[in-house]
């Protein structure tokens, strides 16, 4: 049985608690080890479950000696910028209703060019796309709210323990949305 992840849990509810839970180098590091490996290391190369972080960051296999990082294959991968700023930018385009622009990353995160941060969000935009998906088309309008049940007590909309998403959709002559799905096309 695969569990869904769980705000709060498995990933950080909102910005000031990305902050306290990823406040040193090291448990970036420990958490994309656990996305990873979720049960522990996997050698890639030979398959083996035994091996060690070494001081740089990377884990040895003690089965075949190879030297593995858990970025590799990842958006992570080749980078020379601080895990540091690529999980603070990892909250910006999901976390504001306006998105964000990469001006506004570079400066926030001080990076020495425009082009670092172009690639950060470009790689993160590629991430979020499902494949295979139909673009939207024309007229498209984007909104945010919160999912979860209200919070006894709480005035309003009450936001502790809910999930922050954003939706678009398309608009068209008859109203929102697209034709709807023919047995054939799906």
């Not at 406040?23 to 996305?35: A, I, N, P, Q």
């Not at 909250?91 to 941060?117: C, F, H, I, N």
Request: aromatic share 12%.
């Amino acid at each position: 049985m695969t569990l869904r992840p769980t705000a709060g849990r498995d990933y950080p509810r909102s910005y000031a608690e990305l902050r306290a839970w990823f406040d040193e180098d090291g448990k970036r590091l420990d958490y994309v080890d656990w996305l990873r490996w979720p049960d522990g290391f996997v050698c890639p190369n030979c398959g083996g479950s035994v091996g060690w972080r070494l001081s740089e960051g990377r884990w040895k296999c003690g089965g075949c000696n190879r030297k593995v990082s858990a970025t590799a294959g990842t958006i992570f991968d080749r980078t020379r910028t601080p895990l540091t700023a690529w999980f603070a930018t990892a909250w910006r385009p999901v976390g504001d209703k306006v998105g964000v622009s990469v001006t506004q990353v570079q400066r926030e995160m001080e990076l020495g060019s425009y082009q670092t941060a172009w690639a950060m969000l470009h790689r993160y935009r590629t991430v979020m796309v499902r494949p295979g998906r139909d673009r939207l088309r024309g007229d498209v309008e984007v909104d945010e709210s919160f999912l979860g049940s209200p919070e006894p007590g709480l005035p309003s909309r009450g936001a502790l323990g809910k999930v922050l998403f954003a939706a678009p959709v398309e608009l068209d002559e008859r109203g929102f949305g697209r034709e709807p799905f023919s047995p054939s096309t799906v």
